[in-house]
């Protein structure tokens, strides 16, 4: 019996201080933590994420590939990978001991029609004043006049084929056309290489940036300026920041096989421009991981992330995500 009275007892009082603190107001609904997001939060945010693959590549005209524009045999190459040249520098030098020697013959050809045309002259002056006492008839006038137009001819032409055998002798000496570092070697001194064939490649790695895929059905997600997170295998705890500066108007084939074995290899890519706000350690060509976030969408996630909670008792709800 006294046991019963002691559980009534406490029972009592535990009512008593229940319906106090809800008449003085100390029972508040709490309010969500503006560093603490709900599920629904977080599903969103996930919504607003973009996560897609790409590469580290140089921006237009910051790597060029020198091609052979003769079928030669290379006498020089003084560069190795990982040199750094600069404008104007000798890349590779190609054998031209031939055009050499039809260079020197076109010069001699040239001085050999200039003295033709220097003798011809001297004929025709002495023709006018043997005419002007009738000792050189008009003929001879004429036909001496006819044979130094004919060497003037000849002058012309010799010279416009030494302009093109020193035009052609040019291409032996491939120089590089920007600052930058030796990124490829792609030929030795003493092969023989054929025209078009790649020499080297230039590359200014102070001007990179990445080429992202992203998938076609997420291209009406993104947005000039939008933030991006660049990291790397190899580079643990990096987190480069970037944004996106270009976007094209068209898809094209997938380049890079998903490392995820769950997206589809088959679906068409964005080619997404994405330009580093920070110096980059990434090396040309690696592939990375990015994550791309649309400002819009964010700035909605962080205003529900501030507002309080919506009550759940008495026709109180929670929002569907969707």
Same mark, same amino acid.
């Given at each position: 019996?006294?046991?019963?009275?002691?559980?009534?007892?406490?029972?009592?009082?535990?009512?008593?201080?229940?319906?106090?603190?809800?008449?003085?107001?100390?029972?508040?609904?709490?309010?969500?933590?503006?560093?603490?997001?709900?599920?629904?939060?977080?599903?969103?945010?996930?919504?607003?994420?973009?996560?897609?693959?790409?590469?580290?590549?140089?921006?237009?005209?910051?790597?060029?590939?020198?091609?052979?524009?003769?079928?030669?045999?290379?006498?020089?190459?003084?560069?190795?990978?990982? &040199?750094?040249?600069?404008?104007?520098?000798?890349?590779?030098?190609?054998?031209?001991?031939?055009?050499?020697?039809?260079?020197?013959?076109?010069?001699?050809?040239?001085?050999?029609?200039?003295?033709?045309?220097?003798?011809?002259?001297?004929?025709?002056?002495?023709?006018?004043?043997?005419?002007?006492?009738?000792?050189?008839?008009?003929?001879?006038?004429?036909?001496?006049?006819?044979?130094?137009?004919?060497?003037?001819?000849?002058?012309?032409?010799?010279?416009?084929?030494?302009?093109?055998?020193?035009?052609?002798?040019?291409?032996?000496?491939?120089?590089?056309?920007? &600052?930058?570092?030796?990124?490829?070697?792609?030929?030795?001194?003493?092969?023989?290489?054929?025209?078009?064939?790649?020499?080297?490649?230039?590359?200014?790695?102070?001007?990179?940036?990445?080429?992202?895929?992203?998938?076609?059905?997420?291209?009406?997600?993104?947005?000039?300026?939008?933030?991006?997170?660049?990291?790397?295998?190899?580079?643990?705890?990096?987190?480069?920041?970037?944004?996106?500066?270009?976007?094209?108007?068209?898809?094209?084939?997938?380049?890079?096989?998903?490392?995820?074995?769950?997206?589809?290899? &088959?679906?068409?890519?964005?080619?997404?421009?994405?330009?580093?706000?920070?110096?980059?350690?990434?090396?040309?060509?690696?592939?990375?991981?990015?994550?791309?976030?649309?400002?819009?969408?964010?700035?909605?996630?962080?205003?529900?992330?501030?507002?309080?909670?919506?009550?759940?008792?008495?026709?109180?709800?929670?929002?569907?995500?969707?």
């Amino acid at each position: 019996m006294t046991r019963l009275k002691t559980i009534l007892l406490t029972l009592l009082i535990l009512s008593l201080t229940t319906f106090l603190a809800r008449e003085k107001g100390w029972l508040q609904q709490p309010t969500i933590n503006a560093s603490v997001a709900t599920p629904i939060d977080q599903a969103e945010a996930k919504n607003t994420r973009i996560i897609a693959e790409g590469r580290i590549a140089a921006y237009p005209g910051a790597e060029i590939t020198l091609y052979s524009e003769l079928s030669a045999v290379i006498a020089r190459l003084p560069v190795k990978e990982g &040199d750094h040249v600069r404008k104007g520098d000798l890349v590779a030098e190609l054998k031209a001991d031939d055009l050499k020697a039809q260079g020197e013959e076109a010069k001699a050809r040239i001085a050999e029609t200039e003295a033709k045309i220097r003798l011809l002259d001297l004929e025709i002056d002495r023709t006018s004043k043997l005419r002007e006492v009738r000792a050189a008839s008009l003929q001879d006038l004429d036909r001496y006049i006819s044979q130094r137009e004919v060497q003037h001819s000849r002058r012309e032409a010799r010279i416009a084929d030494a302009h093109r055998l020193q035009a052609i002798l040019a291409k032996t000496r491939i120089a590089s056309p920007i &600052d930058g570092v030796v990124t490829s070697r792609n030929a030795d001194p003493g092969e023989m290489v054929a025209a078009g064939a790649p020499i080297a490649t230039i590359t200014d790695l102070g001007k990179l940036r990445v080429e992202a895929e992203l998938d076609e059905f997420d291209a009406g997600r993104i947005n000039l300026g939008d933030a991006v997170t660049v990291t790397a295998e190899g580079y643990p705890g990096k987190v480069l920041r970037a944004n996106v500066e270009e976007i094209p108007d068209a898809v094209v084939g997938r380049r890079l096989k998903p490392q995820d074995p769950s997206r589809p290899i &088959d679906t068409r890519v964005l080619l997404v421009k994405i330009a580093f706000k920070e110096p980059s350690p990434f090396k040309l060509g690696q592939r990375v991981d990015l994550a791309i976030f649309n400002a819009a969408s964010t700035k909605g996630i962080s205003e529900n992330v501030h507002s309080p909670l919506q009550k759940g008792v008495g026709g109180d709800h929670i929002r569907n995500p969707d």
